[in-house]
């Protein structure tokens, strides 16, 4: 039997055990395991991490790049602890997920979509939801320690104005170079990109253009988990 099928008996989907695995959470033996289509023998032992487990793939991409922040010395483990967060392009709630587990006071979700966001983050009552809600039309007057952003279908340009006007410190947006290059760029039939450096390229312009807008970009690289269809994507942290 393949591992993602027999992982997908302890999860809800296919899909969540595709994530679980990828994201390292599951061992065969002991021995963590990154492929799903990994083939058990009959005397396998499967284990896997439940306290790892998140709701979504984006949760796996935010975490891991929180660990490389904590790992460059850039964070310490207690750094989001008793913050005020915004999460935009909140989704079924990934982002949030991570941020309440990391210790946040507060997360107000924000996102044009309705009745994605899980139970659990739901019922959370340190979360403040605002469904069918576009960012450009958001009035909240409140102040964030932190926004976090996952958009899909938008350039980040289209929504810098926005980001601008929220009263915020510091910023943390899932750069999608699918939706940054153009119509022009070559993408195979799943709309992955053909030439990867035209990813970096799009990313590094993206830093540059914050620099020009006063804000100070303190890291920036590739999500250490690919977009859904196989696409790199990429973390840039900024201050302003």
Known sequence: ???????????????KAKEAIESG???VNGIVVKKGSF?????????????????????????????SLV???LWDRAYLFHKKAIDIGASTGGFTQ??????????????VGKNQLHISILQDERVSVFEECDIRDFSDEGEFDLMVCDVSFISLYKLMDSFERLRVGEYIWLF?????VGL????????????????QKAVDEFCENLKKRNFSVIASEKSRVSGKEGNEEFFVYARR
């Open 98 to 111: 991570v941020l309440l587990e990391s210790g946040v006071d507060s997360v107000v979700c924000v996102d």
């Open 184 to 199: 022009n760029a070559k993408r195979n039939k799943k709309g992955v990109l053909k030439d990867k450096s035209l990813g």
């Open 39 to 67: 083939l058990l023998e009959k005397d396998d032992e499967v284990s896997v991490d439940s306290k790892d487990l998140l709701l979504s793939r984006a949760g796996y991409k935010l975490r891991g790049f929180i660990e």
């Open 71 to 73: 790992q460059k010395g």
């Open 1 to 15: 039997m393949r591992l993602d099928m027999y992982v997908k008996s302890l999860c809800s989907s296919r899909t």
């Open 25 to 27: 959470c599951v061992k």
């Open 176 to 180: 999608k170079p699918q939706f940054e």
